[in-house]
């Protein structure tokens, strides 16, 4: 079930930069409809304790439609432990939601 977010987050590691990509018409509909939010993130650490975060937003509308509304990869740096990782994206998916929505 978190697939996408698990994704995100191994982008930005292989990519080396952080990333996100937002459809805002989508977005914008999403808001007008009220819809169901689903939020999603995964923290990931590598061998060497490189370190990211990634998540993804989904609008479930009441036509039934699930819409990717946003997904994003952010580098956390080096870190000691992947619960760590998982905390840390955590933080940050509470922060980007809110700004999303609100």
């Keep these: ?14 990519c080396a930069v952080d990333w996100q ?6 977005l914008k509909a999403a808001k007008l409809l009220q ?3 689903r939020v999603c993130f995964d923290g990931a650490l590598r ?12 609008a479930y509308c009441s036509t039934g439609e699930c819409k990717i ?16 990782s998982e905390a840390l994206a955590m933080e940050w998916r509470l922060n980007q939601f809110c700004n999303l929505v609100m």
């Design 21 to 26: 990509r937002v459809d805002h018409d989508g």
């Design 47 to 58: 061998g060497n304790g490189c370190a990211s975060a990634g998540m993804v937003v989904m």
């Design 1 to 14: 079930m978190n697939s996408l977010a698990d994704h995100a987050a191994n982008a930005a590691l292989d």
């Design 35 to 37: 819809p169901n939010w």
């Design 69 to 84: 509304v946003y997904r994003a990869g952010l580098l956390l740096g080096r870190l000691s432990s992947s619960f760590l």
